[in-house]
């Protein structure tokens, strides 16, 4: 589409023939530099997180452009400490929490969807419209009541704590983004599944949701990063019990100490973002279509 | 090694058992008289997605606007206590007042730079991809994440010595002195500072929706107004923005309703200080600084009323859709 456009202009004899060439070095221009700024700020954390404590400290980031390959500058210092300084143990306890949070909401929300779009019961779409409404209640409604039936229950400061909360939370999304796909699945194949005396147990794991991979996949990214990613979660009900922390308390801890650490807190903002910044680079299309799809959550 | 190993059961046991219980839950409903099995299975399907959706959302809700009501321990009623307490609180006020700020410049900002690289990159013969690549990047990075690479970028060094701090070696490098970013709150500097964080974060969601509604833009008409003369400027405002509005509103609202509620950004950067409250950061330090569940109930309230609107116009336009498929 973006060729047809640029044929037109570019036919000689064009009335904006002088312009456009003009416009096009604009063009360039504009997005070279708005680009620019967005890489920017994290190339100059990536950097500093390789150089000397005292380097950090004493000169810009941008000076090793200067003497990029004098390798005598560059070291992995500020990883190991930052690593074996809780780090690690939040990276592990970070998969810990992500993984299930992401596929137990993912397996009830398919459940959940399949009976959406293929069943009649009673109230179904009354219950739908009300699963839309929710997906824009701030999750903040949840935390205090919560937080007593935890503590309640001893479970504050667990991973079961946390799966449920992000189950929970992630639940309406989930639905709405699965119901929406399943929804545009021919119904003849249902049909003719029943038919053939398929049971709606069978039809679900057999054919539903082999065939809504791609909608599982953006909502489990979108999910998956969510979780990796959130503070306000894990601080409300994880950060109680040490052991169990993740990293973006981590990384939230270290700011609070080590404010102008800089070696050490570029570092371990690094990694905190190598989990998403692998499924950026790995699953860009579904993680493109997870995060459009998704952003509406609460 | 043993860190990892009971990382693998704890994931083992929480997605084995959710797999069990609908196993289980079929299981006896097949066994039931073919009436009954037809009746009930749609609830053993939809039955786990309620619960979870009742336990964790419609419950907690219901019983924050019932603390609202209650002291700080929900031990005694209030009344209305907890909201003139927080309207006649100067810090809420101006926490509220830094809310409006950015709900109305986060939203607007990243629709515009979204929509300028979303149309700019479509002009591209090469590199379009590239480009749009690196504006979504961001996306993928946590609140906190983003906060540390800012906070680099805004760092001031009064100790003497050089600059490491990007924005304020530009600064010093034209002649002025290092300014303390985060704490100049005079034309609400810092807040716009913070805010610029999260349009960084968000401008990419803009693009990549703006830009898929451009390139749905049929070509005829803006070949018709090309041929009639019209300057690209003109195109654009007057062809192609009418066409794509939907899509503004659509982005513009969904990155209002994540606005809304921002707190890591203020709690990580300034918790509040130097005249950067917001409310979900308020919420945040009412439960744990003040211990008062009745002050950060009715905060969440707060919240929750200012969403009503958003959750109309959410309903409306799923039935909207609905009705056109």
Known sequence: MSQTATDVKNTPGEPHDARSFGQRWGVIITLVLVCAIWTVPTLGLLISSFREEADVDASGWWTVFTRPFDFTQWTLDSYERVLSGGMGDAFINSIVVAVPATVIPVMIAAFAAYAFTFMRFWGRNLLFIFVVGLLVVPLQVAFVPLLQIYVDFELNGTFLAVWLAHTGFGMPLAIYILRNYMGSLPKEIIESAEIDGASHFQTFWRLILPMSVPALAAFAIFQFLWVWNDLLVALIFLASNPANTVVTIELQKLLGEFGSEWHLLTAAAFVTMTVPLIVFFSLQRFFVRGLTAGSVKG | ?325
């Open chain 2, 1 to 325: 090694m043993i860190d990892i190993l009971n990382a693998v059961i704890a994931i083992l046991l929480g997605v084995g058992g959710v797999t069990l219980l609908y196993f289980a839950l079929n299981a006896v409903v097949e066994r039931l008289p073919r009436r009954w099995e037809a009746r009930l299975k749609p609830f053993v399907f939809i039955g786990p997605a309620v619960l979870v959706v009742g336990l964790f959302l419609v419950y907690p809700a219901v019983q924050t606007v019932v603390y609202s009501f209650a002291n700080d321990d929900s031990t005694s009623w209030v009344g209305l206590d907890n909201y003139t307490a927080l309207f006649s609180d100067p810090g809420f006020r101006s926490a509220l007042l830094n809310n409006v700020l950015w709900i109305v410049i986060v939203p607007t900002l990243s629709v515009v730079i979204g929509l300028l690289v979303a149309v700019l990159a479509d002009k591209l013969s090469r590199g379009e991809n590239v480009a749009k690549s690196v504006i979504f990047l961001p996306m993928a990075i946590s609140f906190v994440g983003a906060a540390t690479i800012w906070g680099f970028i805004y760092d001031a060094n009064l100790r003497g010595g050089e600059q490491i701090g990007l924005l304020n070696a530009l600064v010093v490098g034209l002649g002025f002195d290092p300014v303390v970013w985060l704490q100049q709150s005079q034309w609400a500097l810092n807040d716009l500072l913070l805010m610029v964080i999260m349009v960084w974060l968000q401008a990419g969601f803009a693009m990549v929706l703006l830009s898929a509604a451009i390139k749905n833009v049929p070509d005829e008409t803006v070949e018709a107004a090309r041929i009639d003369g019209a300057t690209e400027m003109k195109i654009f405002f007057q062809i192609v923005v009418p066409q794509i509005w939907a899509s503004v509103l659509v982005v513009f609202t969904t990155i209002l309703i994540l606005v809304m509620k921002i707190f890591d950004i203020v709690y990580v950067m300034t918790n509040g200080a130097f005249d950067t409250e917001v409310v979900a950061n308020t919420f945040f330090k009412q439960l744990f600084e003040f211990g008062n569940n009745g002050r950060a109930a009715a905060v969440v309230v707060i919240l929750m009323i200012a969403v009503i609107p958003l959750m109309v116009y959410q309903v409306r336009r799923y039935r909207l859709e609905e009705a056109g498929r």
